[in-house]
């Protein structure tokens, strides 16, 4: 027994920490939410728990992804810590709904909250310039719909500028990276418009776009917006917050641009339209100044007549009365 080291509280937390910090300085924990409490609205505390275990957690408000409540299984990423005064707990920096069910609720619960603020109504949408000249672009360099929409974009139209922010669209960082560029574009004064986009994915992949504090940035963006999530069937609170959704990367290219070719036939047609409108009102008109022609030459024609025969009469009636 004597050989066994003997530590002061104070020292036997220190190494605790100091073990956790090298073998587990971070860990992600999967479990069912219980006891989710919020106090003086800037501390959070909950447990996840199993069947055979709870665990406690600790941390920020600012770190969760929207409302959540007891009885959602969550994915918890943290730092497990032992305190002074508290005991084990884990110092958690992210927390993400798991499964069908429990992203449908989060989803629920938030949209039923920022409905409430007005986030979704139509009279906050703004009007997109079309075409858009100078985009900014939030997706990341390695995906498809990275490419499907710059694709898209210089098959149809030429002049665009486009800055790209390269984030990840999926992972524990992706919805800080994704918030970041949108912040960073918005100061921009240079650009039309905003354009997030990800290509399809299961319901974990897409559940960053309907966490807080993304459909907030979209929402919040000085610079009007324009969300394109998975595919047409998948709609985010992202894409409900943007000025405009589209259905897929590819049609937030179209929504953007028109295509050349349509635009040149449109205007060869129209030119033909007015060519003929025109060769048709000079018609009308040569034909009505035809006419006038006509009538005033037989009124002009009308008048000598009389003026001859007034001139006749009173030439006849001279000779009448010369003496």
């Given at each position: ?10 020292d ?6 100091q ?23 800037k ?9 055979g ?6 941390g920020?408000v600012?770190?969760?992804?929207g ?5 959602m299984v969550v994915?918890?990423?943290?730092a ?7 005991g084990?707990s884990?110092?958690?920096?992210l ?11 989060a989803?629920?619960?938030?949209r ?22 100078r ?5 990341s ?27 990840g ?7 800080a ?13 240079d ?8 290509g ?27 969300v ?12 409900l ?6 259905s897929?990367?590819?049609n ?12 040149s ?9 007015a ?17 006038q022609?006509?009538s005033?030459m ?5 008048v000598v ?5 007034v001139?006749?009469a ?5 000779e009448?009365?010369?003496?």
């Amino acid at each position: 027994m004597d050989s066994l080291p003997a530590f002061s509280p104070s020292d036997f937390v220190a190494s605790i920490n100091q073990t956790f910090e090298y073998a587990y300085p971070q860990v992600a924990v999967v479990g069912e939410l219980a006891n989710f409490k919020v106090s003086k609205n800037k501390w959070v505390y909950f447990d996840l728990k199993d069947e055979g275990a709870s665990v406690k957690f600790f941390g920020s408000v600012y770190h969760l992804p929207g409302p959540i409540e007891d009885g959602m299984v969550v994915r918890v990423v943290g730092a497990p810590r032992m305190s002074p005064l508290y005991g084990f707990s884990v110092s958690f920096s992210l927390i993400q709904p798991v499964g069908e069910g429990s992203l449908k609720r989060a989803a629920d619960l938030l949209r039923a909250k920022l409905e409430q603020e007005g986030l979704f109504a139509p009279e906050r949408k703004r009007i997109i310039p079309f075409p858009a000249r100078r985009i900014g672009l939030v997706t990341s360099k390695e995906s498809a719909a990275y490419r499907d929409f710059l694709k898209v974009i210089g098959e149809r139209w030429q002049d665009v500028f486009i800055v790209h922010a390269n984030v990840g669209v999926q992972g524990d960082s992706a919805a800080a990276e994704i918030v970041a560029a949108i912040r960073l574009l918005g100061q921009r004064m240079d650009l039309d418009v905003i354009v997030v986009i990800r290509g399809g994915g299961s319901a974990d992949d897409l559940a960053i776009f309907s966490t807080e504090r993304v459909v907030r940035a979209v929402a919040g963006s000085r610079v009007p917006t324009l969300v394109a999530v998975g595919h047409e069937r998948d709609v985010s609170l992202a894409e409900l917050a943007a000025d405009q959704r589209g259905s897929t990367p590819s049609n937030a290219a179209e929504l953007l641009v028109p295509e050349l070719q349509a635009v040149s036939r449109s205007l060869t047609d129209t030119a033909r339209l007015a060519d003929s409108l025109l060769s048709g009102a000079v018609q009308v008109q040569t034909t009505r100044l035809a006419a006038q022609r006509t009538s005033v030459m037989a009124r002009v024609h009308s008048v000598v007549a009389q003026a001859e025969s007034v001139l006749d009469a009173q030439r006849q009636q001279v000779e009448l009365l010369n003496p």
